[in-house]
Structure formats: structure tokens, C-alpha cells
């Protein structure tokens, strides 16, 4: 009897503990609705599309977004640049030509690359990094849009590594054999059949990878200089979406237009990773079928 | 015998779990704390200024030495969240790197909290460039143009013909507002300001970046000062060029400095009272100069 009731109350506890993370992404979305809600009342939506992001100001605080998605582009854009050849091309060559003890090191490796946090890529990225890009591009500072997409590209990788790999390793072993079998070489095969077979999944990795890029805040605030000017230029400083909103969040004056623009701006991010991962789980779901 | 291990075990797991429960329920109600401010308080939380986290924990932690039964924890966050977290009742004393704003003042009135202010410390913040950097001094009004005008050229300011890279804290940091007020005449910085998250990183970039400015607290330059160049500071173009240093920040010979606060919601009493005495006291000064900090003006 009285282990029934214990098992119950396990039962239950765990029950609670996995349905807190519904209630929780409910209540982000509430939340942040509100906060931005009243953002759209007073001072109206309008005010976010300006070109100028100053919340501190004696003279005028204006609130656009412009510099901060547009800053958050550049550098999601050129960390993918980065990611989609290194992690492609690891994950073709870890599923495909290494040899099982070169597996048994890389695999590892790559691992403790994911887990490493992300404050200590960032000060990597400001002590090593940002000085290194500096003096390979002869800029006059290393805080730069290329900086901070390099570090993410460290972040990235891993991520698509993993799941490419996983997709590539997943191409049914028939698929291959038909094709050596009808006299194709090793590497037409690979990059002719198994790639091309595993797309689907190399896709969605790549997704996946481009929404930890796009949500990641330490490493770039760290060494992309925060200035938040609208350009397409690698050797400019930007300000990330999340970087604004980690910097500022902190000092803001509750309730204040700024403290609103700030979740307008959590809005803006969140439908981007949300939009991301939705395409990215189709895509895999897609491929998971087939 | 067997059985019996399996009834722990299943207990053990239960107990974990009411445990992890309850650690949950404590850190969610926590949140919501009010600080008690009653005589008998033996615990002082004090928050606010990134500025003075330094400061204040050496403080609290002389402090502690002397008083054993009262535990004073620190943190950070910025004046603007410390004065949010005394207005909200979260915290004993705020650490203000800024005067309160009435905005601030206007919102504490309506919660009926009177915040009242007292000078602990004084601060000057120091200019810095890169060590081969052929300028030695700056009018406040050069520097404020510096800040302000993105043509401004180093050779304007009798430097080589580059661009300035000009390095600033993030919006959030009670310098980048002070620095605002005092060398910018309340303008906007440059659009392309690097805002940096943290001291460390200005120093980091005007030790590497040969055409960098930047400003930090006056404790930090001296600390980096063999990878750092200081600027001497003109108040205008008649005045002597001063270079910061306790003597002159206290004399306030040395234009860019400013008094750093503690902010109390009530009268201090009890255990707030006695740490705020200690602050103040001639030991609790000597922590600050310590620190790096210019002892407050009697």
C-alpha cells in the first residue's frame, strides 16, 4: 500500500517537474506580450523602426531596432559563413573517411568544444581573438562584427557537427552499395549519394546552429564593440540583439519606455530562434520520414 | 536485509526530491524577500554600483573581522538596479556610483521609501590611450569633442592623422552617465562609440589599440598604468593640465571626479547603522584608499 503512494507521489513530482517548462514558455510569452504591449501603446510602435538605438540620453532617447537586427544579421550571417564549410566538412569526414580511432579522438574533442561556457570564449575571443583579427585585417580595433562571428562560428560548429553527422551516418548503407555497385568511386559516392541523401539533416543542423547563434549574448558582447550603427560591413562594430538587451536590462528603470523597448527587442529574438527551430524540426521530421 | 536497502534507497530518493522541492519553493519566494529592518538584524545585503563592488566588499569583509555575528553580503548589478532593489525592498543599502535621478526619487515617493544619501567615497575617472600615443593632455572641451564629433581626428589633438577609436562603458554603467554629464555636457555619445562591457575590456583595447580612448575608474588606471597612458586633464584651456591621483581628486584640482553613495530607504539603525559608521570611520577610509578610491572630503 505504501509503496503505491510513494510511487504516486514520484510519479506526480516528476509530472510537475516536466510540464513546469509548458507553463514557463506560456508565461515568457505573456510576459514579454505585456511588457512590449504597453511599448506599442505609448510611445507606439512606430518609434522601434528608426535608425537609432540611444536609451541613455539627456537630449532624446530613441528606441529603433534597425541597428540591433541589423546587427544581429551581420553577425549571424557571417558566423553561418564560417560554420556551414567547418562543420560540413567535419561531420562528412567523421562519418565518412576516418578511421575509427581518429573518431574516438575527434568526437571527444568536439564535445568539450560545445561545452565550453560561453563568458570563456568570449574572453578567449577579447584577449586572442580580437587582437589576432586585428592585425590580420590592419584595423584599428579588433571589436568587430567578424570578431564576434568568429567565436560564434566556434559555438556553432559543434552543434552542426553533431547532428550532420548523426544524418550522414543515418543514409541507409543500401543506398552506398548501389552506388559503388554501379562503378562510382568512393568520393563520388559520398558527395553525389550520402551527402546529398543526408541534406535534409545537414539543413536542420545548420538551423539549429544558426539559433544558438542568434541567442548567444556573452561572447558577443564581449569583443563585437556594442557601437549600434547600421552597416554590412565584417569590420564594423555591431550591437547583437541580446548583447543590448543583457547590457541594459540591468540598470533600466522599471517600467520606463526603455525597460519596454527592451522586451520589444526580446520579442523581435525570440520569434527568430521560434521561427528557426519550427523550420528546423520540419526539416528533420521531413527527413525523418523519408 | 536486501529488502530493507530498497526501502532507503526509495526513501533516499523521496527525501531528494521533497529537498529539490523545497530549494525551489525558498529560491522562488526569496525573490520577494522585504529585507527586515528590525534592531535586532544581524544581516546587511547590500547592492548597486559595479563600481563599488570592489570597495564595498572589502568593507563588508573588514567589517565582518570586527563584527562576527553580522553577515553584510555584496552585489553588483549597477546603481540604477540597486536603487530599484532598495525601492522594491530587496536590499539594506544601495551602492551608488550616481546621484539618484528624480525620476528614480519620484518612484520612491510613491512606495513610501525616502532614500537618503550619503557621500562614502570620492572617485576620479581617469583618460587613458594607448602608450604610444604622442598626446599628453585634453581640455575637457577636446575631450568632450572626442566623445561627441565622429570627424574628430587624432591630429586636432596633436596626435598622428588617424581615427579615434573611442572606447566607452556600456549605457548601463553609472560612469558612462557621469561621464555624459561632466565631459560631454550632456550630449550623445558618437554613434559609433564602442560601448564595452566591463573595465577590463577598455583597458584591453587602449593597451592594444594605438589610436583607443577610453575612460575608467581612477583605481583601475593606476592599477594598468605600465600598459596604459593616462591623460593629464585641462578644466579649460587657461587651467594647469592635472593628471588624476588621490591628492588631486581629493582637492578636486582634477576635474572628472565624483562622490560615490550609499543610499539607505530609512534612518540606519542596528546592524545598517553600525557598518555605515564603519564606512565613514577613519578605518573604513583607510579601506578605501586601499581600494584605490579617494577618501570622502570632511
Redesign the interface.
Given at each position: 500500500m505504501k509503496?503505491a503512494w510513494?510511487e504516486k507521489?514520484?510519479k506526480l513530482?516528476l509530472f510537475a517537474a516536466a510540464s513546469t517548462s509548458i507553463l514557463i514558455v506560456l508565461g515568457i510569452f505573456t510576459f514579454l506580450g505585456k511588457e512590449a504591449g504597453h511599448f506599442a501603446v505609448t510611445p507606439g510602435i512606430e518609434k522601434l523602426l528608426s535608425g537609432?538605438w540611444?536609451?541613455?540620453?539627456?537630449?532624446e532617447e530613441s528606441f529603433g531596432l534597425l541597428p540591433l537586427i541589423t546587427g544581429s544579421l551581420l553577425v549571424t550571417v557571417l558566423a553561418m559563413v564560417l560554420t556551414i564549410p567547418f562543420g560540413v566538412g567535419a561531420s562528412v569526414y567523421i562519418s565518412e573517411l576516418a578511421r575509427p580511432l581518429e573518431r574516438e579522438i575527434l568526437k571527444p574533442f568536439i564535445e568539450i568544444l560545445a561545452g565550453i561556457p560561453s563568458v570563456v570564449i568570449g574572453f578567449f575571443g577579447?584577449?586572442v581573438l580580437?587582437?589576432l583579427v586585428?592585425g590580420a585585417f590592419g584595423l584599428?580595433?579588433?571589436?568587430t562584427a567578424l570578431t564576434g562571428a568568429a567565436l560564434l562560428a566556434l559555438m556553432a560548429i559543434p552543434t552542426v557537427i553533431s547532428i550532420s553527422e548523426d544524418a550522414i551516418r543515418s543514409v541507409p548503407e543500401s543506398y552506398k552499395a548501389a552506388s559503388l555497385a554501379l562503378g562510382a568511386s568512393r568520393m563520388q559516392t559520398m558527395w553525389r549519394v550520402t551527402v546529398p541523401a543526408a541534406l535534409p539533416g545537414i539543413v536542420a543542423a545548420v538551423m539549429l546552429g544558426t539559433g544558438r547563434v542568434i541567442g548567444e549574448t556573452m561572447a558577443v558582447?564581449?569583443v563585437t564593440?556594442?557601437?549600434?550603427?547600421i552597416t554590412g560591413s565584417p569590420f564594423k562594430?555591431v550591437?547583437t540583439m541580446t548583447?543590448t538587451i543583457a547590457?541594459?536590462m540591468?540598470?533600466?528603470?522599471?517600467g520606463?519606455e526603455h525597460y519596454r523597448a527592451l522586451f520589444c527587442v526580446g520579442i523581435v529574438l525570440l520569434l527568430a530562434t521560434f521561427g528557426l527551430n519550427i523550420i528546423a524540426q520540419k526539416v528533420l521530421k521531413k527527413y525523418r520520414m523519408g | 536485509m536486501n529488502r530493507s536497502i530498497q526501502d532507503n534507497s526509495?526513501k533516499n530518493?523521496?527525501i531528494v526530491?521533497v529537498l529539490a522541492?523545497a530549494l525551489a519553493i525558498a529560491a522562488l519566494t526569496g525573490c520577494s524577500r522585504r529585507s527586515n529592518i528590525a534592531d535586532g538584524q544581524n544581516s546587511i545585503t547590500i547592492k548597486g554600483s559595479d563600481t563599488m563592488v570592489h570597495l564595498v566588499s572589502n568593507w563588508a569583509e573588514a567589517f565582518m573581522n570586527k563584527n562576527p555575528d553580522v553577515e553584510v553580503s555584496v552585489t553588483g548589478?549597477?546603481?540604477?538596479?540597486g536603487i530599484?532593489a532598495l525601492l522594491n525592498g530587496t536590499t539594506d543599502i544601495c551602492a551608488a556610483s550616481r546621484k539618484i535621478?528624480n525620476?528614480?526619487l519620484d518612484?520612491a515617493l510613491q512606495k513610501n521609501v525616502n532614500p537618503r544619501e550619503i557621500a562614502v567615497a570620492r572617485d576620479g575617472i581617469a583618460v587613458v590611450v594607448h602608450p604610444d600615443n604622442p598626446v599628453d593632455e585634453l581640455t575637457l572641451d577636446q575631450l568632450g569633442r572626442i566623445f561627441i564629433d565622429p570627424a574628430a581626428r587624432w591630429s586636432d589633438f596633436g596626435g598622428p592623422d588617424?581615427?579615434i577609436?573611442v572606447l566607452s562603458r556600456?549605457?548601463?554603467?553609472g560612469t558612462?552617465?557621469f561621464f555624459?554629464?561632466m565631459v560631454l555636457k550632456?550630449?550623445?555619445y558618437l554613434?559609433?562609440?564602442?560601448?564595452?562591457?566591463?573595465t577590463s575590456?577598455v583597458i584591453?583595447?587602449a593597451s592594444?589599440?594605438?589610436?583607443?580612448i577610453g575612460y575608467v575608474g581612477l583605481g583601475y588606471a593606476l592599477a594598468a598604468k605600465d600598459k596604459v597612458k593616462i591623460v593629464a586633464i585641462k578644466a579649460d584651456a587657461e587651467s594647469p593640465a592635472v593628471l588624476p591621483s588621490d591628492d588631486t581628486v581629493k582637492s578636486g584640482q582634477y576635474p572628472i571626479a565624483r562622490d560615490l553613495y550609499f543610499y539607505v530607504g530609512l534612518e540606519p539603525k542596528g546592524a545598517i547603522k553600525q557598518f555605515v559608521d564603519f564606512c565613514l570611520s577613519a578605518e573604513g577610509q583607510a579601506v578605501v584608499t586601499d581600494a584605490g578610491y579617494v577618501v570622502v572630503q570632511k
Open positions: 509503496t510513494q507521489a514520484v513530482t537609432r540611444v536609451p541613455v540620453s539627456f537630449q577579447l584577449v580580437a587582437p586585428k584599428p580595433t579588433g571589436f558582447m564581449m564593440g556594442n557601437a549600434a550603427v562594430s550591437r548583447a547590457a541594459e540591468g540598470e533600466v528603470p522599471f520606463s | 526509495r530518493v523521496i526530491f522541492l548589478g549597477g546603481s540604477g538596479t530599484a535621478k525620476k528614480e518612484l588617424e581615427k577609436v556600456e549605457s548601463s554603467s558612462y552617465v555624459q554629464e550632456k550630449k550623445d554613434q559609433d562609440a564602442k560601448l564595452l562591457p566591463a575590456a584591453q583595447s592594444t589599440d594605438k589610436t583607443a
